[in-house]
């Protein structure tokens, strides 16, 4: 008997054969996990664990079934892995394409916000306000359109040079009644 604890040179080439087909049973394992599919790692396993089998004098039959089994474990832990990458890749997409539309949301809102400032600058040149009913907007439009009509002013005794500026005043009354009415709808 050696000092190791083995009985003869039996138990080492048992020893050696037992070793030889786990190296065989990791690298099959660890080429199939490459490929990253478990299944096959897992076939392959028992495969190689029933060669080893096969091969181990009956006291090392357990070591061959032991390391079957770890391998397996091996493979799904891998498999378990590889596939927690993908799940985060969709969690960082989804969450991307949150913040893309919370990106376009605050855009459209900022032309909203525009759009109602330039709106006001209608009502303010009217000299309505923007909460005013339709009716007081359209009488507001009139009040300024005799305010800044050419023919009225002309017909006042206005300079020229006077009637032109109002003229030019009464096209933006117009453009902003123009822009007051889409927005309303009238």
Not at 34 to 44: D, G, L, N, R, S
Not at 84 to 103: H, N, T
């Amino acid at each position: 008997m050696a000092g190791n604890g083995l009985r003869d040179t039996g138990d080492h080439i048992a020893v050696h054969v037992v070793a030889s087909a786990a190296r065989k049973v990791e690298k099959t394992a660890v080429g199939v996990v490459e490929k990253k599919t478990a299944q096959a790692a897992a076939e392959a396993a028992e495969k190689a664990a029933a060669a080893a089998e096969k091969a181990a004098p009956r006291p090392f039959k357990w070591a061959g079934r032991r390391l079957a089994g770890a391998a397996e474990k091996h493979a799904a832990a891998e498999a378990a892995v590889n596939e927690a990458p993908r799940e985060v890749q969709k969690q960082v997409g989804a969450l991307r394409a949150l913040d893309a539309a919370k990106a376009e949301t605050a855009a459209a809102q900022k032309e909203l916000q525009a759009a109602e400032r330039a709106l006001q600058a209608e009502y303010d040149l009217l000299g309505c306000p923007a909460d005013a009913t339709d009716e007081a907007a359209r009488n507001a439009y009139r009040m300024a359109a005799k305010k800044y009509h050419p023919d009225v002013l002309r017909s006042g005794g206005m300079p020229e040079a006077e009637v032109r500026k109002a003229s030019a005043m009464m096209a933006k009354v117009n453009e902003a009644w123009e822009k007051i009415r889409k927005a309303r709808g009238i």
